[in-house]
Each structure stands twice: as C-alpha cells, then as structure tokens.
C-alpha cells in the first residue's frame, strides 16, 4: 500500500540521519575535543573522588584566586568555604547533606559561599553531578559566581525597604496631622523624612501669613538658625529669594546658585553667611488652590534639579499643605468655638445683672454716703480730723471691694484666648458660689457646698471653668422656681473619682427623662424663655476639649444632677 | 418723766453698711443697735424707746420683707425703712403697701435718709403714744366688775337704760348704777368718750358677755 510506504520511508530517512550524527559525536569524544568544554567552561568545575579534587579547570583557578592548577589541587574542599555558611550550618555539615541528596537524585543545585584563597567570600550556585566511573562515584562540582545576581538583589530590595520606610513616614506624618499634634511638629517631622530621602538635602517649609503678604516660619530643623529668624516676617514678592518670590508667583522657583542669581541678590549676604548655595522652592497650595506656603530644598554646593526630586517635592507639598489647612481650620473652630463662649458668658451675666447690681451697690452705697458725711463735717467750725480719717478709711476699703468685685465680673465678660493651667477645681467652685450669692438669695435658693480638699489639679482655662459651673449653677437655680420655697436647695460637690476630678451640681427642680438627657446637650434647645439654648451645649465643648466629659442624670431625691469630670494632673497645686 | 432716748435699728448684713449707717444716725445725735441678720434681730428684746428699723431687703436667711410681714402682725409694728442694693418695682410697691416708711437704693442722698429716719421715729412716738393710752383704757377697764363691763357694752351700743336691765334682767335703777360707777371708773366725761374707748379696746356686748367671768 503507497500509504504506508509513504510514512515508513521518512522514519527509515531519520533513523539513518540519528546514526550518522552518533556516529560524529562518537568521533568528537575521542578525539577530546569536548573536553575544552571541561576547560575553557566560565563555570568553575572540579572533579571530586572521595573527597579528593582530581580535577579542575582554569575558571576555577580564577574564580579562587588560585596560583594554579596544581595549588588548588592540593586544597581540600574544606578550604574553599568560609566554616559557616549563610544559613547558620556549618560548612562540613551542610557539604555531606547536599552530596548525599546528589548521590540520591543524581545531580543537585544549590547555593554556596565560597572563600577564595585570599579569604574574601562570594556567592556561587553549585551544581553537583555524580558520575559514576569503576563502580565509584566521581562528583563533577560545577561552580557559577552569583556576585552580581545578589547584589542586584540586595539593591532591589534595599530600595524596596527605603520605599515602604518613606511611605510609612508619610503615614506617621499624616496620624500626627489627625491626632493634632502641633503644627511645627508635623512640619519638622515631614522635613525630616524628605531630607532622610536624599543626602546632602536640607529642606524647609514656609507659611504664608494671613494678609498674604509675610513669610512665617514653618520648620527647618536643619537649616542654620540665623537664616531661619532672617527669612521669619520677610515680606513675599517678585525678587525676594526662592520661596518669597514662589509664593508671590504662585509657581516653583529653581535657584542653581544663590549668590549669583538676581532674585537672591537682596539676600545673597544671608545666603553666603548661612552656607546655603542652591535653593529649588514650590509654593503649598490648598485645595481651592490659594497659596499656604512653600516647601524647599536646599543644597550648599550650586546644584540643578536632577528630576528624581520631583516626587519628593509633591510628597512634601501635599501633606504640608494637609498640615497647613487642618491647623488653620482647627485654628478657625477654636476662635468661633470661643467667641460663641464669650457670647454664652456674657448672656448669662446679663441673667445676672440685678444681682452684680446688688453686689456693686452695696460698698458704693457706704462711699457715696461717708463721704456726704465727711464733707458736711468738714463745713463744721471745729473739724475733728480723727473722725474724718475713720470715715476716709472706710471709703477706701470699700472702694477696693468695688472694684475687686467688678474685676471678678470683667475677668468673665472680656474676650480673651482660651489658655490652660493648672486648676484646684473647689476654689473655682467658691469663686462662682460667690458670685451667684446674691442670686440665689433672690430666688430663694440655699446652696450648700461639699467641695474636696487638697484635689489634684486640673488643666483647664479658668474663665471657660468658671463659666461651666456659673452655667450648671445658675441652670439649678432655675430648675428650681416652682419647687416650695423650703426646698430649694442646691448642692454643689467636688472630689475625687476613678483619678479624675469630678464636680457635681444638685438640684431639687422637676428633673429630668432620661431618655431626654442627651436632648439637652444639643445647641438650641432650652427650656427657658430668655435662654438661647446654648448654655449646655457650649459647657460640654468646653469640659471636652479639655479631655473631660460632662453629662446630667435624675437625682434620687428628685431633681437632677449636673456633674463634668476632668483627667487629674499627677501632683497637686497648693 | 421724760421720754427715753430714740434709737435707729439697722439690719443688714453688709458690715461697712451698718458702719456708714451708725456714722450717719450719730450726726444727728442719735444711737443705733446694729444686727447682721432678720434672725439676731428677732432674737433681742423689743426696744424700750421709740426706734425705726433701716432694713436691708437682700439677705441670707429672712430677707427684709419676710421680716417686715413678721413685724407687721406685732402689736408695735415698727416703722421701717428699706434699703436695696438693686430694687425693683414689684419690691418696692410690696414694702409701701406693707406701711414701709421708706424704700431707698443704694447709694441714696444722706439727708433723704435722715428724714426717713426722723419721720420714722415719730411714727413710732406716735405709735407709742397711742399705746400707752391703750394700755391706760384697759387698766380702767380691768378695774370693772363683770357686770359692769356688761353695762359698759350696752352702754356703748347706745342702748338706754331701760333696754339694758330689761336684757339683764333687773331694774332700770341698778342699771343707773352700775352706768355711774363705769363713767366714773373709766374717767370718761361723756358716752360718746365711752364709745371712743370701747372702740379702742374693741369691745362689743357678745364681747363684753363673753369676757364676763
């Protein structure tokens, strides 16, 4: 059949052309001409006969920085590794592991470290070969330096870690920004990891004041301080050095060399004085893109941007600019947050008025009345000086009470910046028992006071302090209007309570639901018809940015009980 | 005899106040007794003397107007005369309406207070005048037999003689008598000066009835 003809003869046709190549191979063998393979391999080979090296090529007389073929026959093996191999085992051990799983399988390939002749150690991957000659096993040792191959290695996974560290900079800079850490922190922190990026760098950040027209120190931990207090208030323009002139274009300026460059020529003395020579500075822009400030590098050699800076640039601009804006919108709610308290205080001093009436009155009712009495004295024919004096000292005492009592009531009414110190709580408490005196004689409410004695102190601003309990004080007297007159009683307590400091205001009004409790901490909601709603609302920010908290619960005996608590300091005030 | 020297009461709570007010009251030769609370002055006896009270409206414990109201339902109210710290109206028309001889706002001109104070003592002068007699009617009047008193009453009803006995029960005679003896006891020179103390002393015939023992 032509079929089956036809498909034999081609097998026929390749069985005869495999015999012909044998037939060659079989020639090249024993002429040893492939045994130039053996010696001109780049591979280090060896031959072993039962721990004996019989054998070895050129390459590895040059990779061990052999004399020569003869020297590194006469070496054991031993002396081609250091004793302990990367991995921790001993040489020794780890050499009869890999021959034996050789010997097993036939080859095995791993990798080694090598010592040359002059005792540096490299790399090599090992293949080992067993052969088998005159029912022995020779092993052929085949070894390839691996130098390069790790180190480029090692490269890459060092810049891989440099990379996660960065990022992981920028992560801790950023947690700092969202715990509020303080804005030169942050700053100083983020210039810092930048400069950790690249040698030779120092970096800087700039804040642009609020007129928009002045350069603010932001951070430089590592520029030399002279500069840094030089460039603090210098005014931004067209000319004015790198940042002040980036701010002022709104675009990065690229200075190679500052004391030839004309934007610096104001301030090359500066620049020469601080050693500073080359300066690249981009503006900080926030969302909205309105300039906030400028992030710059400087170099003390004259230096241009290489292009891998950029990315730092960006990182640094980015988060700065986060830095910036938070701080200023935190800024921003402080001021309102103490502005809308100021407005609280002086509604509640108005709530007040009649009784600070009461209380100024008083001593000025006995000045104006001793002196009427001293001048119709004074027209007598016979003065007597003695009396006169008694009197005169009387109206000076009382004009100190006056004006002690009208400081007390300023020190609540003026605007001031909220400022934190130390604070013994009960002598707070008095103050404003104090000064609620007269209106709670007014309204016919008894307060009886249980305030602790040598309490830790707190960390608070005394005027917002005063103003929570006035606010929590005066709310009891109200609560009380329609309780009888015979139990209107209100109990102010301070003391100790799980290492807070805790003060508690009782009263004996109609109370409160407890599933209403947390209504009434919401701003606008008041109960009274001349409140603005506000008075609760503000003393729970107040107590709550000082750490603390604040909350209302019934009181057993009816009524309801006010009560803010605040982390205690370690040791007490006197 | 002559009168006992008049005193200023103050009570306040104010201490360089009640000083003022004793410095003031003694440039017009008078003397003040000073307490610092309703409460202590409530607790001394009674003066002896004609006085005026200058009270302080505002203070821990009894405020003035609950002392006033105290005061008012004694048989010697005492004149008294507010002072305020801060007044206000309500508190001001309280007081007068309450017979207060003054309300003054601190500070206040001197000699409004001196006035007040003069007025105030001879309110209660007067007071005591009226008292005195009172007291002097009723001793005459508790010098009467029991049947006298029941005379007197009918008496001073205008009821005539023969009415009288007529309600007692005996003759017009007796009754003539007894009408005698209390016209002479009582030192009145005419019924309608009968009449005149029977009001003082608020006698009525169930009264007068009912007093008898």
């Not at chain 1, 030169?184 to 990891?193: I, Q």
Request: proline share 5%; with cysteine; net charge negative.
């Amino acid at each position: 059949m032509s079929g089956a003809n036809q498909q034999q003869a081609p097998n026929q046709q390749k069985a005869r052309e495999l015999t012909q190549l044998r037939e060659r191979a079989a020639q090249v063998w024993s002429e040893g001409a492939l045994r130039l393979v053996f010696e001109r391999s780049p591979d280090a080979i060896l031959l072993l006969d039962d721990g004996v090296f019989i054998d070895c090529n050129e390459a590895a007389v040059e990779m061990l920085h052999a004399v020569g073929k003869d020297e590194l026959l006469s070496l054991s093996p031993s002396d081609l590794s250091p004793a302990i191999q990367p991995d921790g085992t001993l040489s020794s051990t780890k050499v009869q592991q890999m021959i034996a799983v050789a010997l097993e399988r036939g080859s095995h390939r791993f990798e080694w470290l090598a010592k040359r002749r002059n005792g540096s150690e490299f790399p090599v991957e090992v293949l080992l070969t067993a052969i088998p000659f005159q029912e022995r096993q020779i092993l052929c040792v085949i070894w390839r330096d691996i130098s390069r191959r790790k180190e480029a290695e090692r490269e890459l996974s060092k810049s891989r870690e440099a990379e996660d560290a960065f990022r992981a900079g920028q992560g801790r800079v950023l947690e700092m920004i969202a715990q509020g850490v303080t804005l030169s922190e942050v700053l100083a922190s983020l210039v810092t990891l930048i400069e950790a990026q690249s040698e030779g760098m120092i970096c800087s950040v700039l804040q642009l004041s609020e007129d928009g027209k002045h350069i603010r120190h932001g951070a430089a931990p590592h520029l030399p301080k002279i500069y840094v207090e030089a460039v603090n208030g210098a005014p931004i323009g067209p000319k004015n050095g790198s940042c002040g002139t980036a701010m002022y274009r709104g675009e990065p300026v690229i200075v190679t060399d500052m004391l030839t460059d004309p934007l610096w020529e104001d301030y090359s003395e500066l620049a020469k004085l601080s050693g500073l020579r080359a300066c690249w500075s981009t503006p900080i822009f926030t969302g909205q893109g309105k300039v906030l400030g400028s992030f710059a590098m400087y170099y003390r050699e004259p230096q241009a941007p290489t292009g891998s800076e950029s990315r730092l640039t960006e990182v640094a601009t980015h988060i700065a600019g986060i830095a910036i804006e938070h701080e200023r919108a935190h800024n921003e709610l402080q001021h309102t947050r103490s502005e809308l308290a100021h407005v609280a205080r002086v509604t509640t001093m108005g709530e007040l008025a009649a009784s600070i009436a009461h209380e100024v009155n008083q001593p000025l009712g006995a000045i104006v009345g001793n002196a009427d009495i001293c001048l119709s004295w004074l027209q007598e024919k016979e003065v007597d000086l003695k009396q006169v004096a008694e009197a005169l000292e009387d109206i000076a005492s009382d004009g100190h009470r006056a004006s002690q009592i009208i400081s007390r009531i300023r020190s609540l009414v003026k605007k001031h910046v909220p400022e934190k110190s130390p604070l013994n709580l009960s002598d707070i408490t008095r103050e404003v028992i104090r000064l609620v005196g007269h209106e709670a004689q007014r309204k016919q409410v008894t307060i009886h006071s249980q305030l602790g004695e040598s309490l830790p102190a707190v960390e608070a601003d005394r005027v917002q302090l005063q103003q929570v309990l006035l606010n929590l004080v005066m709310n009891g007297i109200e609560a009380m209007h329609e309780t009888d007159a015979n139990r209107r009683q209100l109990t102010v307590r301070t003391m100790m309570s799980d290492g807070s400091v805790l003060a508690a205001v009782s009263d004996r009004g109609t109370g409160i639901e407890p599933a209403k409790a947390e209504q009434l901490f919401k701003p606008f909601h008041t109960t009274k018809a001349g409140g603005l709603g506000m008075g609760l609302a503000i003393s729970r920010s107040i107590i709550e940015s000082f750490g603390g908290k604040l909350w209302a619960e019934s009181n057993a005996g009816g009524g309801a009980i006010f009560s803010f608590s605040l982390p205690a300091r370690s040791q007490e005030i006197q | 005899m002559t009168e006992k020297p008049p005193v200023v009461i103050v009570v306040d709570d104010d201490d360089s106040f009640r000083n003022f007010l004793s410095r003031l009251v003694s440039t017009i030769g008078l003397k003040t007794v000073p307490f610092d609370s309703a409460e202590a002055f409530l607790a001394a006896p009674p003066p002896d003397c004609p006085a005026c009270l200058v009270l302080d409206v505002q203070m821990p414990g009894l405020s003035g107007l609950d002392l006033q109201r105290v005061l008012t339902r004694a048989s010697r109210p005492l004149p008294i005369i507010f002072t305020t710290g801060h007044g206000d109206i309500p508190m001001t028309v309280e007081a007068m309406k309450a017979g207060a001889v003054g309300f003054f706002s601190k500070p206040f001109r001197n000699q409004d207070m001196i006035d007040a104070i003069k007025e105030g003592i001879a309110r209660d002068r007067e007071t005591r005048k009226q008292l005195d007699e009172l007291a002097e009617i009723q001793a005459r009047y508790d010098s009467l037999t029991s049947r006298e008193r029941e005379v007197f009453a009918h008496v001073t009803e205008g009821a005539l003689n023969k009415q009288i006995a007529h309600q007692l029960g005996t003759s017009e005679r007796t009754i003539k008598a007894h009408r005698a003896q209390v016209v002479q006891k009582m030192k009145a020179d005419s019924v309608a000066d009968l009449v005149r103390m029977a009001d003082r002393l608020k006698i009525s015939p169930q009264k007068g009835a009912k007093s008898a023992p």
